[in-house]
């Protein structure tokens, strides 16, 4: 960077070139009809296919190993990556933390997104829910208010609710996505201080939603997840002076 503090236009081309050659190495993937676990091309058969030098090759692949979507393993070669959300998370979490030191807008949207998640799918769920899936939501609920109770946190209860509320739709990109969101959420939740929420009340508030799923009542499910989210909100909000 310049003593003014502008980005020379050079740094700027060689960086939309890594980003092309990214675009690039996905499309062969894609083109190629690879799989996860499958094994990608040598760096010498990459490099000669996409017409690039092996350093910057290289830098491309870095990349694309930290945004999880090849894997590379030294000795063996290079691979498609499983689904990870891993990198995603990372992202999501820096850029909420971040948000905090100012208006907490990129984590209030994190918010928004999980709740229109949550609220627009919950009736979606109810309807294809078995009583085995009924039961397992309620397990939950009871291991919050007994740990409620004991004046113990109940992060991992609560994550659990939360899945096994859309289990039934199985939706492996939901359920990812909502393990993302989770991550990112408890990340913010001790950047903000929020540690000294009443127990008994959150629990009560679980225990509300999976009445109204056990009475398949879609409207009010919908309805008290919006609450939670909006309560979620307002704790964020505060703690930033809003």
Do not use: C
């Not at 820096?94 to 918010?111: C, D, I, N, P, T």
């Amino acid at each position: 960077m310049t003593t003014s503090g502008v980005v020379p236009q050079a740094r700027f081309s060689a960086q939309a070139r890594l980003r092309a050659l990214q675009s690039d190495i996905m499309e062969l993937i894609l083109e190629r009809e690879l799989e996860a676990g499958d094994p990608l091309p040598t760096e010498s058969e990459l490099s000669v296919a996409l017409g690039v030098g092996r350093n910057t090759l290289r830098e491309s692949l870095k990349v694309l190993q930290a945004l999880g979507v090849i894997e590379i393993r030294h000795g063996f070669g290079m691979f498609v990556a499983p689904s990870n959300f891993d990198a995603l998370a990372d992202g999501l979490t820096f850029r909420g933390r971040l948000s905090l030191r100012h208006q907490g807008l990129e984590a209030l949207q994190l918010v928004d997104v999980r709740q229109a998640l949550e609220s627009g799918l919950i009736g979606s769920s109810i309807d294809v829910m078995t009583a085995e899936q009924l039961a397992s939501i309620e397990e939950s609920v009871k291991q919050m208010e007994e740990l409620a109770a004991a004046g113990e946190n109940f992060v991992a209860a609560d994550a659990e609710f939360h899945r096994r509320l859309f289990e039934p739709l199985n939706n492996e990109l939901l359920i990812n996505l909502m393990g993302v969101f989770w991550k990112v959420y408890r990340k913010i939740h001790v950047e903000i201080g929020a540690g000294n929420e009443d127990l008994v009340k959150t629990a009560a508030i679980h225990r509300n939603i999976y009445a109204a799923v056990a009475a398949g009542d879609r409207v009010l499910a919908a309805e008290l997840l919006n609450r939670h989210f909006d309560g979620i909100r307002r704790r964020i909000s505060e703690a930033v002076g809003e």
